[in-house]
């Protein structure tokens, strides 16, 4: 690993579709699979990053907007920002929700999540988006406050069912 002057942020299509599922799938294992049951957790996996699945489908999808970090052609985080998706209450007309955000985790802290923000919010504001949402895992306190520096602040609950497990997530929103 290097610094980030070596990682180029590309759009999706400029990474194989397996590479980026595979690089999503593994980030949230890497984050999340301690958590859950281990059954659970590869089932969801598996529908989730299948070749079919839901993020395939977003990246086919023009209202969803991508950025890919990548070093040596291989990605290493991404962020994904959709049309409103979480249960906000009194949103306004034409919010985003910066729906994923993610960097494995040899990269925390080289500025790989920074770039991604920054893109977020200034593609945000680009399109007009009054507001910009997403979701966090209430116990994931590191997300929490690299969140806060960047202005949002929670304003809701929602849920996140992965099996059995029903966990708490927040809903936080900057405004734009």
Known sequence: MSS???VLF?????VPRERLL???RRI???TFSHLYD?????????QTWAADGPMAKDLGDPAVSWR???EDGQ??????MTPLRAPAR???DDALELQQIYVLSGWHGKGVAEELMQWAVSSARERGAPELYLTVFDHNERAKRFYARHGFEEVGRCTFKLGDRVDDDRIWRKVL
């Open 38 to 46: 281990e059954e659970s957790f590869r089932i969801f996996c598996d």
């Open 28 to 30: 949230f294992s890497e």
């Open 22 to 24: 595979n690089v999503a």
């Open 4 to 6: 980030t002057s070596e």
């Open 68 to 70: 890919v970090a990548t």
């Open 10 to 14: 590309v759009p999706p299509y400029a």
């Open 75 to 80: 990605p290493i985080g991404y962020a994904k």
């Open 90 to 92: 009194n949103a306004r």
